[in-house]
Every structure is written in C-alpha cells, then in structure tokens.
C-alpha cells in the first residue's frame, strides 16, 4: 500500500554525518529522547525529539522553551547545543547527563545526609537564582527534571513550563502548570501568581525530598492533597536538625508574600552551613571572550577564515558549528584533547 508518510529512518537523516543516534533514554508526552554522539568530537549527547503534528497547541511552549534555553547558560542548566527543525519534526541536541534523575539517586538511598543535600540544594538555588535574574521561573521544580551528570554536578531540565512573562516577573501567570505535590497553593487555588514565588516554595517541596525521603504534602486524592497544601501543614520527622527546619519554614509559607526570596536564600544559615561563600549564582566560565585554541581547531577543519567561525557561534543560530565548539570547549575544561576527526 503507497504511503506518503517517510519511514523513521529517513526523518532522521537530517541528523547524518552530524550525530549518530543510539537508544531512547527517556519518552514523554509528545517527545522522546534519544541517546547521541556528535560525529566530529565523538562525545555523547541527549536528542530530543518531538513531531511538530503531535505537539498541537504546545508548538508555542516548545518554541518558548527553545528561546530561553538560547538564553540560558550555567554549569547547572542542561545545556542546548543546537536545534534543527525540519518540516514535521524539532531536533534538541542537549549535554549528556549520564548520572540519572535524582529522584532515583535518593529513592536508592531512602533519604540524603545533611551535608550532601546541601552541595545538591546549593547547586539548585544557584541555577534557579541565575534564571530568576534573567527573568525566567522554570514552574516545574521537582527531582525528576533534575538529571546527575559525569561528575555527580546537578543540571536543571525541561523548560517545556517555563514562562519569562511580557511584563517582567511582576506579571501574574494565570496558567496553572506543573506537578501538584510541588505545586505552591496559590498556584493552585487558581489566583494570580509570580512564577518565582511559586518556584521559592517547589524548593522547599524539593528540599523536604532530599532530606525525608517522601513528600511533604502527598495524598492519593488530589483534593485532599491540594487542601493540604493550602493549609501549609507538613510534619518534620525527628532527624531534621533545627537549622533545616528553619529553612523549610521559611520556604513553605502558604503566603507568598511571607516566603523567602531567592536573594534571602542564598546566604540562609542552613545554606551556609560548612561554606563560607554564599551561593554563587552568576556563571563563572561566561566570558564574552571565545576560545582561540577552538576557534582554531574549527577553522582550519571547515577550511574557513576565523571571521567566519565567530560570526556563527555569535549569531546564536545553534547550529552545528557551534555545537561542536560547545563540545570542544567542554573537552578543554575537563582537559580533554580537542582534535576534531578530520576524514583525512
Ligand atoms: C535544558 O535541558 C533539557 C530540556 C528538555 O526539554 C529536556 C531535557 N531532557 C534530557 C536531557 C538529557 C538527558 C540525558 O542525558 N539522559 C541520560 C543520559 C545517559 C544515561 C541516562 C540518562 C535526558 O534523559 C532523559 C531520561 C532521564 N530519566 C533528558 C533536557
């Protein structure tokens, strides 16, 4: 029977000669993730792969996503390296985060010690302080969007909620999102909210995880759960230590306005706990600089004047060009050699 729809192969042939794909790591709603390796240095990659036909009215989210990801770049953040959109189908080409969820990292281990929920949360609120101050709330906190990568360091996903609302964070998101236990009560009492409030509590949800092991708010039937949440009532079982207690408090207020800004956060004495820096939020490696040894290597390997090379990696097209000198970059900070395969 003729049918005009191309075979799997063939939609993916956009990718040959620049990545190869392997198996799906991860499916959800209207994508799935595949893992890659980028043909010219040999690292891996995630893809993420979604039919722009199924993605419906979400195609706008998607876009929305993909312009903050440009925006977004921080050693907690899930890096984009590039995007290829074809007629039917987006391609996400993301970093490689091989350590799994920690959702799984503290389900394996019951519940984490103090001292190792700290490195975790300070890691979390320096990303979520970092988008916060370029206007964006990510709206979807929770142990499943945070991924482990090589080095146990924690990268923030799927900004597929995120919102950077037209008149700033002053502007209310009516749009009731993300998941329920983490979701602050104003959000979902349906009233206006700011997206960096409700973020603010989904850290105290996340914190409660990292150092019990369960939710503080849970509840098989969800209006159960969300009175719950609008009440604020949560218990703290007998191990946490007076500091961390403190800290939740001021996380989980039911009124917003009472909660603690990011600002605040990151120099709380539970954060603070053992370090003596605040949490840093700016990303120390952003120079406007590019590197010379990478710009090189890409140059003498298309064969095109250093001018040019720049050009492209400025205009933030996220092409391949500079996806590969993302990668090139990343294997000179881990002291990787950064010789590109020439076919010669
Ligand atoms: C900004 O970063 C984003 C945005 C987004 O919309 C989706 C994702 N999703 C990702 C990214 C990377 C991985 C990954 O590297 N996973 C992995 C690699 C090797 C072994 C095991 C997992 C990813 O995994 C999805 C399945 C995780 N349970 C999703 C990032």
């Given at each position: 029977m003729e049918t005009n729809m191309p075979s799997k192969s063939s939609s993916y042939a956009v990718l040959e000669g620049q990545y190869t794909l392997h198996e799906t790591i991860g499916t959800g709603g209207f994508a799935k993730v595949k893992l890659g390796t980028h043909v010219l240095t040999g690292d891996k990659v995630a893809i993420k792969i979604m039919d722009k036909r199924l993605l419906g009215e979400d195609l706008p989210r998607v876009k929305l996503e993909i312009e903050a990801l440009k925006e977004l770049s921080h050693q907690h953040i899930c890096k984009l390296y590039q995007k290829i959109e074809i007629e039917n189908k987006i391609f996400l080409i993301l970093e490689y985060c091989p350590g799994g969820e920690l959702f799984d990292y503290i389900v394996e281990r019951d519940r984490l010690e103090e001292k190792e929920a700290r490195v975790f949360f300070r890691q979390i609120v320096s990303a979520v302080a970092y988008i916060h101050n370029k206007g964006y709330a990510h709206r979807d906190l929770k142990p499943e969007n945070l991924l482990l990568d090589d080095e146990q360091n924690l990268k923030l996903i799927d900004f597929g909620l995120c919102a950077r609302p037209k008149g700033g964070m002053e502007t209310h998101l009516e749009t009731c999102c993300g998941s329920p236990a983490y979701a602050a009560p104003e959000l979902i009492s349906g009233q206006e909210y700011l997206g960096n409030e409700a973020d603010i509590w989904s850290l105290g949800v996340l914190l409660f995880a990292l150092l019990?092991?369960?939710?503080?708010f849970d509840d098989d039937n969800v209006s159960t759960l969300y009175k719950k949440i609008q009440n604020g009532e949560y218990e703290c079982p007998f191990w946490l230590s007076q500091k961390s207690k403190q800290l939740l408090h001021r996380l989980l207020q039911v009124n917003p306005k009472h909660r603690i800004t990011v600002t605040e956060l990151l120099t709380d004495p539970w954060l603070m706990e053992g370090f003596t820096e605040p949490v840093l939020w700016k990303n120390p490696f952003k120079t406007s600089k590019l590197d010379e040894e990478c710009l090189i290597e890409l140059s003498m390997y298309y064969g095109k004047p250093r001018t040019v090379i720049v050009e492209e990696i400025m205009q933030r097209n996220f092409t391949y060009i500079s996806a590969t000198y993302s990668l090139l970059l990343q294997r000179k900070a881990k002291g990787q050699r950064i010789r590109l395969e020439s076919d010669t």
């Amino acid at each position: 029977m003729e049918t005009n729809m191309p075979s799997k192969s063939s939609s993916y042939a956009v990718l040959e000669g620049q990545y190869t794909l392997h198996e799906t790591i991860g499916t959800g709603g209207f994508a799935k993730v595949k893992l890659g390796t980028h043909v010219l240095t040999g690292d891996k990659v995630a893809i993420k792969i979604m039919d722009k036909r199924l993605l419906g009215e979400d195609l706008p989210r998607v876009k929305l996503e993909i312009e903050a990801l440009k925006e977004l770049s921080h050693q907690h953040i899930c890096k984009l390296y590039q995007k290829i959109e074809i007629e039917n189908k987006i391609f996400l080409i993301l970093e490689y985060c091989p350590g799994g969820e920690l959702f799984d990292y503290i389900v394996e281990r019951d519940r984490l010690e103090e001292k190792e929920a700290r490195v975790f949360f300070r890691q979390i609120v320096s990303a979520v302080a970092y988008i916060h101050n370029k206007g964006y709330a990510h709206r979807d906190l929770k142990p499943e969007n945070l991924l482990l990568d090589d080095e146990q360091n924690l990268k923030l996903i799927d900004f597929g909620l995120c919102a950077r609302p037209k008149g700033g964070m002053e502007t209310h998101l009516e749009t009731c999102c993300g998941s329920p236990a983490y979701a602050a009560p104003e959000l979902i009492s349906g009233q206006e909210y700011l997206g960096n409030e409700a973020d603010i509590w989904s850290l105290g949800v996340l914190l409660f995880a990292l150092l019990c092991g369960y939710l503080p708010f849970d509840d098989d039937n969800v209006s159960t759960l969300y009175k719950k949440i609008q009440n604020g009532e949560y218990e703290c079982p007998f191990w946490l230590s007076q500091k961390s207690k403190q800290l939740l408090h001021r996380l989980l207020q039911v009124n917003p306005k009472h909660r603690i800004t990011v600002t605040e956060l990151l120099t709380d004495p539970w954060l603070m706990e053992g370090f003596t820096e605040p949490v840093l939020w700016k990303n120390p490696f952003k120079t406007s600089k590019l590197d010379e040894e990478c710009l090189i290597e890409l140059s003498m390997y298309y064969g095109k004047p250093r001018t040019v090379i720049v050009e492209e990696i400025m205009q933030r097209n996220f092409t391949y060009i500079s996806a590969t000198y993302s990668l090139l970059l990343q294997r000179k900070a881990k002291g990787q050699r950064i010789r590109l395969e020439s076919d010669t």
